[in-house]
């Protein structure tokens, strides 16, 4: 993909993420698919000519391995704040709120502040980085709602429905 391409795709896909935190929205009861996203994305990214800098290959590995870490960070964190709970059907469902919207931001920050380190440091960053960073956030928040959803009890009384 080309580099108009690439930012059209990372644009959508942030906005479908927010704005589903936006609202309440059922978690799907097939939780084997949770991990297409974060794969898609990783197969578009390792497609990447330009993941690392020839010219400066520890550093762009440094950054590489410090943006997966904090997409892990990131979204273990924006999965940590979501609310998820059960319904009187036993439905679950989850919603983001303020603290989510922290999260958000202080994951933004982060990625700025290591794209600014790279630029600092004169090494060429392509998207594939960005892409990874957005694979490891998504895997990580999503792996862990699909856990605190299967721990979460149905309601009292209530019989869950499969």
């Keep these: ?21 936006a609202r309440p929205r059922r978690l799907s009861a097939d939780a084997r698919r949770w991990w297409l996203l974060p794969a898609v994305l990783v197969f578009v990214a390792l497609r990447k000519p330009d993941l690392v800098d020839s010219a400066h290959p520890t550093a762009s590995l440094a950054l590489l ?29 989850a919603r983001g709120g303020k603290a989510t919207a922290g999260v958000w931001l202080g994951g933004i920050l982060l990625r700025l502040g290591l794209y600014g380190a790279g630029v600092l440091a004169g090494v060429h960053q392509g998207t594939g980085a960005l892409l990874l960073t957005m694979a490891a956030m998504l895997l990580a ?9 299967a721990e979460l009890g149905p309601a009292y009384g209530v019989p869950v429905r499969g």
Aim: glycine share 14%; hydrophobic share 60%; charged share 10%.
């Design 65 to 93: 391995v410090g943006g997966l870490l904090s997409g892990l960070a990131v979204g273990a964190a924006w999965a940590w704040t979501t609310r998820i709970w059960a319904d009187e059907s036993g439905a679950i469902w």
């Design 141 to 149: 928040r999503t792996g862990l709602l699909v856990r605190r959803a």
């Design 1 to 21: 993909m080309s580099g108009p391409i690439d930012a059209v795709v990372i644009i959508a896909v942030v906005a479908f993420l927010l704005v589903g935190q």
